[in-house]
C-alpha cells in the first residue's frame, strides 16, 4: 500500500519559516519524482516545487529563493522548506510521487500552512 503522509503544517508569522515533510512508503523511493503542490479554495492545485531522480530541483518561478525542496533517500522524506512566508503561502500544501516513466502517481492528504499574525 502506497502512502504519502505530509506534516509540519501549522500557523506561521509572516516572515517567518516552516518545514513540510512527506514521509514516502510503499513505493521504490529512488524511481519517483516527488513533488510539492499547494491549492486555495476554488482554484486548482499549482505546482511548488519538484525533485527528480537525479536530485535536480525545479520551483515555480516565483518561489525560488524562498522554498527549498530536498529528499533524504534513505529515510524516503521529501522536505519543503519555506522562508520568509507571507499571507499568499496560505494553502494546503499535498505532496505527490509521480513514476519516473509516466506511470504511477499518487498523493498525500495534504497539510494545511496559514500565514497570519
Known amino acids: 500500500q502506497v502512502q504519502l503522509v505530509e506534516s509540519g503544517g501549522g500557523l506561521v508569522q509572516p516572515g517567518g519559516s516552516l518545514r513540510l515533510s512527506c514521509a514516502a512508503s510503499?513505493?521504490?523511493?529512488?524511481?519517483?519524482?516527488m513533488g510539492w503542490y499547494r491549492q486555495t479554495p476554488g482554484k486548482q492545485r499549482d505546482l511548488v516545487a519538484d525533485i527528480d531522480t537525479g536530485g535536480r530541483t525545479n520551483y515555480a518561478g516565483s518561489l525560488e529563493g524562498r522554498f527549498t525542496i530536498s529528499r533524504d533517500i534513505k529515510t524516503r522524506t521529501v522536505y519543503l522548506h519555506m522562508n520568509n512566508v507571507n499571507s499568499e503561502d496560505t494553502a494546503v500544501y499535498y505532496c505527490?510521487?509521480?513514476?519516473?516513466?509516466?506511470?504511477?502517481?499518487?498523493w498525500g492528504q495534504g497539510t494545511q500552512v496559514t500565514v497570519s499574525s
Open positions: 505527490s510521487a509521480k513514476r519516473w516513466d509516466g506511470g504511477s502517481e499518487y
Open positions: 510503499g513505493i521504490s523511493f529512488n524511481m519517483y519524482w
